[in-house]
C-alpha cells in the first residue's frame, strides 16, 4: 500500500527558506519509472506543479519557480525534501507530495506524469 | 508556460452528462498523449481520474471518460451522480520538462 505524508512548519516568515520533507512506504525510489512530485494550491486555487525527483536522480522544476526551488532525497530515499526560498505571502498554500503512475510503457524522457497518489497535503501560511 | 484553460463552472442533473473541456496549445495539449485528469471534492486529496489522455485507473467508473483533439483535451463525466460534485483539473506534459495544469472546473450536480 502507498502512502505518502508531509511534514514541516506551518507559519514561515516573509524572506526566509521553507522546507518541508515528504515521508513515504509502499514503493522505492530505486525502483525503475519511479518519481515523486511535490505541488501547492493556493486557498480557493488551483493546483500548481513545483518539483520532480525521478529513480535516476534526475530532477525537474517549474520554470516559475526554478530559482527559488530545490528537490533532493535524503541517503536512504525513503524521504523527498523540498525547498523553497525567499518566501512571500503569495507562497502561502497546500503542499502535496504525490507518487508518479508508472506508465506501462518505459518512458525514458520522462514525460509521461500522471500522480495517483497523494499526501495528505500541508497547510503552510507566510506572514510575519 | 501558461496554465490550460478550463472553464471555471459546469453544471448538469442527476443522470445527464457533461462535458469539460481544457485548451491548451500545440506546445503542449496538441504535442504529447500525456493529459491526465484530477477530481478534488472540497477539502480532500486530488485523484487522478484519467491518464494518457483516455484511461482509467481501476476504481475509476467507466462514467469517467477523456479524449483529445487538437490542442483540447475534454473530460465527460456520464450519468452523473451527486457524488460527481467536485473540481476537477487537466494537466498536460509542456516540453522542457515542465507539467502544467489547468485553472480548474467547479462541477455542480443540479
Known amino acids: 500500500q502507498i502512502t505518502l505524508k508531509e511534514s514541516g512548519p506551518t507559519l514561515v516568515e516573509p524572506t526566509q527558506t521553507l522546507t518541508l520533507t515528504c515521508t513515504f512506504s509502499g514503493f522505492s525510489l530505486y525502483s525503475n519509472s519511479v518519481a515523486v512530485g511535490w505541488f501547492r494550491q493556493s486557498p480557493g486555487g488551483a493546483l500548481e506543479w513545483l518539483a520532480l525527483i525521478f529513480w535516476t536522480g534526475a530532477k525537474r522544476y517549474s520554470p516559475s519557480l526554478k530559482d527559488r526551488v530545490s528537490i533532493a532525497t535524503d541517503t536512504s530515499r525513503e524521504r523527498v525534501v523540498l525547498t523553497l526560498t525567499n518566501l512571500d505571502p503569495v507562497d502561502t498554500a497546500t503542499y502535496y507530495c504525490?507518487?508518479?503512475?508508472?506508465?506501462?510503457?518505459?518512458?525514458?524522457?520522462?514525460?509521461?506524469?500522471?500522480?495517483?497518489?497523494w499526501g495528505p497535503g500541508v497547510l503552510v501560511s507566510v506572514s510575519s | 508556460q501558461s496554465a490550460l484553460t478550463q472553464p471555471p463552472s459546469a453544471s448538469g442533473s442527476p443522470g445527464q452528462s457533461v462535458t469539460i473541456s481544457c485548451t491548451g496549445s500545440n506546445s503542449d495539449v496538441g504535442s504529447y498523449d500525456y493529459v491526465s485528469w484530477y477530481q478534488q471534492h472540497p477539502g480532500k486529496v486530488p485523484r487522478l481520474i484519467i491518464y494518457e489522455v483516455h484511461k482509467r485507473p481501476s476504481g475509476v467508473p467507466d462514467r469517467f471518460s477523456g479524449f483529445k483533439s487538437g490542442n483540447t483535451a475534454s473530460l465527460t463525466v456520464s450519468v452523473l451522480q451527486t457524488e460527481d460534485e467536485a473540481d476537477y483539473y487537466c494537466s498536460s506534459y509542456a516540453g522542457s520538462n515542465n507539467l502544467i495544469f489547468g485553472g480548474g472546473t467547479k462541477l455542480t450536480v443540479l
Open positions: 504525490a507518487h508518479r503512475g508508472i506508465p506501462y510503457y518505459y518512458d525514458g524522457a520522462g514525460r509521461n506524469l500522471f500522480f495517483d497518489y
